[in-house]
Each structure stands twice: as structure tokens, then as C-alpha cells.
């Protein structure tokens, strides 16, 4: 692995990948932000290759059997990771069969295509679909303000969704609004629709994956 280092935000990396996210007019500068203090998780730039061979590394045991243990499941040695636009996913069966990694510096349809590449290699049939670029239009909602608030997240963590310069936001991703009680946000790029219960009263995000606290 030669082209992965330890990165702060003071740094001028030769070959850096600016970030962007898509929006509805085009794309964004995403605003560079220094996760050195995370020693290892965001604040390590590589590349494909080179993450290819951490894979590879952690399948054969050069990391010692008990990190191979631990970090390979029953099939594969898989992990993903993102940050304010960077997105990377590897992939490695563990009898290296087949192995794929993904970088990239913008999010969008990633998730997608990094499930329909697993399904491919795998042979199987393909059941990831392309979204196409949603309808953003003028907010269609009476008030706006029912849905700000504390979430919990599927994952325990907790999420803040408020008004910050005359834009709605989910913590720090930017909403749209599609239709009533729907968004759309590009960062994940999926929808996020509030669900009400039989009063009309807004307890939950999509369902299973938020709920009002």
C-alpha cells in the first residue's frame, strides 16, 4: 500500500479528490472537514488498489488470525465507510473468488451500484434499480414546523431535523421536498417520508428507520 496516508485538514495532498454532492441544479462543493482527531477511520486517503490489498491482507491472514476472525464473515470480508462525500465499500469472498472495491467523491446512486456488482459477481439476479432523479418542488406541506425535532435512529443514534438558512435539514443533510410528507435527500440519495399515526400526528421516518423523541 502505497498511496494511503494520514490526513489533516492543513495538508495539501498531491492528487486529492475534491468532494461534491449532487443537488438539483447540478452538483456542490462539499467543504473540507479535518477528521484527523479519528486516528485511522476518516482521516485515511487511498486508493482503490490500495484498499484492494488491505482486503486481500485481512482474507489471508497477514494481519494475524485473529483480526482474519473477526473481520471475516461467513462468506466474505466486506466494510464500508463514508464521509462528507468521500463513499468507499470493498468487498472480498473469502476464498478471493472475487473481490471488488469502490471510491468514489460523490455520493448518489453508490449504494446501488455497490449492491448490483455484489449480485453480479455472485451470479445472482439483479435486484438493485436505478432512482431516477426525483421531481424537487415548492414545499407542499401546511407547516413545516410538525416536523422538526429529535429522531432516534434504527441504530440508536439520535438525529436533529430543524431549519438552517431558510433550508430544511436532517442533522447536516439538506431535505427537498417531493411531496407531502416525503424528501428527498442526495447524499444517500433516497427518499425520507415522515409517517403519521391515526391522529395525523408525525411520530416516525420512513417507517423503521426514525422514530420521534
Do not use: W
Not at 39 to 59: C, I, L, P, R
Not at 62 to 87: D, I, P, Q
Not at 137 to 158: M, S, V
Amino acid at each position: 500500500m502505497k498511496d494511503s496516508v494520514t490526513f489533516n485538514g492543513e495538508t495539501i495532498m498531491e492528487r486529492r479528490a475534491q468532494d461534491y454532492y449532487p443537488s438539483p441544479d447540478s452538483v456542490i462543493n462539499v467543504p473540507l472537514k479535518d477528521y484527523s482527531f479519528l486516528v485511522g477511520a476518516g482521516s485515511v486517503f487511498s486508493t482503490a488498489n490500495d484498499v484492494y490489498k488491505f482486503g486481500e491482507a485481512v482474507v489471508d491472514g497477514k494481519y494475524g488470525e485473529g483480526a482474519k476472525t473477526s473481520l471475516v464473515g461467513a462468506t466474505t470480508f466486506s466494510s464500508n465507510g463514508s464521509t462528507n462525500g468521500h463513499r468507499a465499500f470493498i468487498e472480498v469472498e473469502k476464498n478471493k473468488k472475487y473481490g471488488y472495491v469502490i471510491v468514489a467523491n460523490m455520493s448518489g446512486a453508490f449504494d446501488m451500484i455497490s449492491q448490483g456488482l455484489s449480485e453480479i459477481l455472485q451470479g445472482k439476479e439483479l435486484t438493485a434499480k436505478f432512482t431516477p432523479t426525483p421531481k424537487i418542488i415548492p414545499n407542499p406541506n401546511k407547516d413545516i414546523n410538525e416536523f422538526l425535532g429529535h429522531y432516534k435512529q434504527a441504530n440508536g443514534t439520535d438525529v436533529e431535523l430543524l431549519f438552517r438558512n431558510d433550508a430544511f435539514y436532517a442533522g447536516d443533510i439538506k431535505l427537498y421536498p417531493t411531496r407531502p410528507d416525503c424528501f428527498f435527500e442526495y447524499r444517500f440519495f433516497g427518499d425520507a417520508c415522515f409517517i403519521r399515526n391515526e391522529s395525523g400526528k408525525i411520530t416516525e421516518i420512513n417507517g423503521r428507520e426514525s422514530a420521534l423523541i
